[in-house]
């Protein structure tokens, strides 16, 4: 994966065009050359920029990963309370999903690509592992019983609305409500 500070305006375009057309439609489905045609730009273009396709794909992901995380922190700063930042990833997929209707795509990515030793693989893997740990870090910081039990509760409702996002239904308010819940009850358990 080329370092962010390298890519040119032409390999911005390039993976601006490939976010839309692999989270739209899929990584498998997507070729190199309409990426390129997208982008304005030549396929040799790409691939001086990024080399091959997995690492634009890792590319995507990576930038897709950095910005879902600067919101995720923006929520958890805007809580006054340590109870509340616990659940802020929850309030942060609220605004998240107003323009990404198509699920993760960091599980779609994993669904597609299931070899562990592919570069995009490990940028979805450390996604998820840093929303865990994150989790684990905000229940610590809230004085919540046993955290690490939490964040998994915690990273099992916030994946499974992730999940069914692109069904008709509303469950991120639901599973918001039951993350509330379960801090609720392991701040309650720490105090008992």
């Not at 669904?111 to 994150?134: F, G, M, V």
């Amino acid at each position: 994966m080329p370092d962010p500070r390298s890519i040119t305006p032409a390999g911005r375009r390039i993976v601006a065009a490939a976010e839309d057309l692999f989270y739209s439609r899929g990584i498998t489905a997507v070729g190199v050359d309409l990426i390129a045609e997208r982008a304005g730009t030549t396929k040799r273009t790409l691939y001086n920029q990024f080399g091959s396709k997995d690492r634009l794909v890792a590319s995507y992901l990576a930038e897709r990963d950095q910005r879902w995380r600067s919101l995720v922190r923006a929520a958890i700063d805007a809580c006054d309370d340590p109870a509340e930042a616990v659940t802020a990833p929850f309030e942060a997929l609220r605004t998240w999903s107003a323009t990404n209707t198509r699920g993760c795509a960091f599980i779609n990515a994993l669904a597609e690509l299931p070899d562990p030793s592919h570069p995009a693989y490990r940028i979805a893997e450390n996604q998820k592992l840093w929303l865990l740990n994150l989790f684990e870090q905000l229940a610590a910081a809230a004085h919540c019983s046993d955290p690490a039990t939490l964040a998994t509760r915690l990273l099992i409702l916030h994946e499974g609305v992730l999940a069914t996002q692109p069904l008709p239904r509303d469950t991120l308010s639901t599973s918001t409500e039951l993350a509330r819940a379960l801090v609720g009850l392991s701040r309650e358990a720490a105090d008992g």
